[in-house]
């Protein structure tokens, strides 16, 4: 069974860092890009990054919003990606998605976006 | 970034009517291997986003055949028949041809 959970939200302080985690099993997670979504309360679904398998060069892509204080890295031998960002602010409130991304074989027998975990919830608050 | 706009924003339907909600994406999304890069997904009330639509048309395992996806380029359809009281819940498409992935507003189908 193919599962994604995510974990490490809390409360924190604007300024403040998060590490997020994002554990897959199931598959073979060396394979895919896992990718970060966001949705703050009430609100609707954004795009935070991913990171690319090793066979795609292993590197990342950032939304605007979070882009020179996010950093997404990928653990493959324990099937665990990261999400590191930095210099909170308020509006980085909401829930955290994880999620897998595929290269163009996988996009095809539509194996994107097909597995979501749970979400991990972030608080930024002073 | 590519703008998807999704329109009704809000949809009340009777059970066993059909619903239609359309997107539109500001830049074509067909790739060069032919698909169109278009995604429809499902949020439930308190649940993760559920994948529907793949590729514009392709229905994911699982996904009941009263869902269908169809159009091409710039202008796309998710078409719901016979809703039932389980489709509730607000609808997202979302392109995946370039980053960053961008999403339509979303649109809530509550049941009349």
């Known amino acids: 069974e193919i599962q994604l959970v995510e974990s490490g939200g809390g409360v924190l302080q604007p300024g403040q860092s998060l590490r997020l985690s994002c554990t897959g099993s199931?598959?073979?997670?060396?394979?895919?890009?896992p990718a970060w979504f966001r949705q703050a309360p009430g609100k609707g679904l954004e795009w935070v990054g991913f990171i690319r398998s090793a066979a795609y060069g292993g590197t990342s892509d950032y939304g605007a919003s979070v882009r020179g204080r996010a950093t997404i890295s990928r653990d493959d031998s324990r099937n665990i990606a990261y999400l590191q960002l930095d210099s909170l602010k308020i509006e980085d409130s909401g829930k955290y998605f994880c999620?897998?991304?595929?290269?163009?074989?996988?996009?095809?027998?539509?194996?994107?976006?097909?597995?979501w975990g749970q979400g991990t919830l972030v608080t930024v608050s002073s | 970034d590519i703008v998807m706009t999704q329109s009704p924003l809000s949809l009340s339907v009777t059970p066993g009517e059909s619903a239609s909600i359309s997107c539109r994406s500001s830049?074509?999304?067909?790739?060069?291997?032919?698909?169109?890069?278009l995604d429809w997904f499902l949020q439930k009330p308190g649940q993760s986003p559920q994948l529907l639509i793949y590729?514009?048309?392709n229905r994911a395992p699982g996904v009941p055949d009263r869902f269908s996806g169809s159009g091409s380029g710039t202008d796309f359809t998710l078409k719901i028949s016979r809703v039932e009281a389980e489709d509730v819940g607000v609808y997202y498409c979302?392109?995946?041809?370039?980053?960053?992935?961008?999403f339509g507003q979303g649109t809530k189908v509550e049941i009349k």
């Open positions: 199931g598959f073979k997670f060396a394979d895919f890009a």
């Open positions: 590729l514009g048309s």
């Open positions: 999620t897998r991304d595929g290269g163009a074989e996988a996009t095809i027998k539509g194996e994107d976006h097909d597995f």
């Open positions: 830049q074509s999304l067909l790739h060069r291997t032919g698909y169109d890069y």
């Open positions: 979302m392109q995946s041809l370039e980053n960053p992935r961008t």
